[in-house]
């Protein structure tokens, strides 16, 4: 997928609230966030929600990520 080509995969979840969450982090931090919301309108359990980073914050992001998860 072209257009997604400069981005990186940070954050696959079920979880919307999380995906939020870890936007917010990123969002503060100065760091691009797009979420792609591939969950069923009518299941929301079914499929996830992706969050991706541009590749040049990928170390950042994890980092960050990691950080909020530990802390």
């Known amino acids: ?3 997604m080509e400069n ?3 940070l954050l696959r979840t ?4 999380d995906a939020e969450i870890l936007r917010g982090l990123l969002e503060e ?3 691009p966030v797009v979420l792609v919301n591939k969950q069923d309108s ?7 929600i992706e969050v991706y ?7 950042l992001a994890r ?3 990691t950080g909020a998860i530990t802390n």
């Open 1 to 3: 997928d072209s257009l």
């Open 7 to 9: 981005w990186y995969l």
């Open 14 to 17: 079920d979880k919307y609230t």
């Open 29 to 31: 931090n100065q760091i």
């Open 42 to 48: 009518s299941y929301i359990f079914l499929g996830d």
């Open 53 to 59: 980073v541009p590749l040049q914050f990928k170390e």
């Open 63 to 65: 980092d960050l990520m």
